[in-house]
């Protein structure tokens, strides 16, 4: 099976820089997701890793060590639009890419 | 947009009854997920299709059923419903089985009074 664990609850100020983590456990490892979700809405990808490392995409940076089963997402800049749930993902090997969704991280941004 | 289109956007109905959600995917991919998530609740895996044919299974209730179509738009059925089963149901597709991005849709509410 698999297990997911990320903070249930964080606040950051505009402007400043914040980082999610996110422990997984699983029996294979076939790439993690991130994705983000204000409330309501429907999530929207951010981030792909299969290989152990840093991926910049603008503002935003995911990271990670699959010998450590350890991944995080890094938010520079914030904005007050980036208040919303940002959730770690992990399909399971073989698992034809169904991902299996952690509780997600809810991010307040405050002025 | 995501391209994923999903309809109803709300759906209202009485304990008891049966309905269908509907998912048409993005221009070219082959792979449709549904998705249920309950008020401040994570978005939990139900199935996967992929080509017409059903490739993974979640905890899905054995009340609730899919399909997708030869042009490749899928329906969630849900029969007898229940209170609990109030929630947003999200569709999302991607282009291949596994290792790409899934893109979701802007979800059905289901409210089950």
């Known amino acids: 099976g698999q297990n997911i664990d990320q903070p249930t609850e964080m606040t950051a100020t505009e402007g400043a820089i914040v980082q999610i983590n996110c422990t997984y456990q699983?029996?294979?490892?076939?790439?993690l997701f991130w994705y983000q979700q204000h409330a309501g809405e429907a999530p929207t990808f951010l981030s792909y890793?299969?290989?152990?490392g840093l991926e910049e995409k603008g503002r935003f940076s995911s990271f990670l060590s699959r010998s450590k089963g350890y991944s995080y997402l890094l938010l520079k800049e914030l904005q007050m639009k980036d208040s919303a749930s940002y959730l770690c993902?992990?399909?399971?090997?073989?698992?034809?890419?169904?991902?299996?969704f952690g509780a997600g991280t809810r991010l307040a941004v405050h002025p | 947009d995501s391209g994923v289109t999903q309809t109803p956007k709300h759906l209202i109905t009485a304990t008891g009854q049966r309905v269908t959600l509907r998912c048409s995917p993005r221009?070219?991919?082959?792979?449709v997920y549904w998705y249920q998530q309950s008020l401040d609740q994570g978005l939990q895996f139900l199935i996967q299709?992929?080509?017409?044919?059903?490739?993974a299974k979640g905890n899905i209730l054995e009340r609730f059923s899919a399909q997708q179509f030869p042009d490749l738009h899928s329906e969630l059925n849900l029969s007898s419903l229940e209170l609990g089963d109030s929630a947003l149901y999200f569709c999302?597709?991607?282009?291949?089985?596994?290792?790409?991005?899934?893109?979701f849709g802007q979800g059905t509410r289901l409210t089950v009074v």
């Open positions: 999302a597709s991607s282009v291949a089985l596994e290792g790409t991005e899934a893109f």
């Open positions: 699983t029996s294979g490892f076939n790439g």
């Open positions: 890793n299969v290989l152990d």
């Open positions: 299709y992929y080509n017409g044919e059903e490739r």
């Open positions: 993902a992990v399909p399971p090997p073989g698992g034809y890419n169904k991902l299996i």
């Open positions: 221009s070219g991919d082959l792979s």
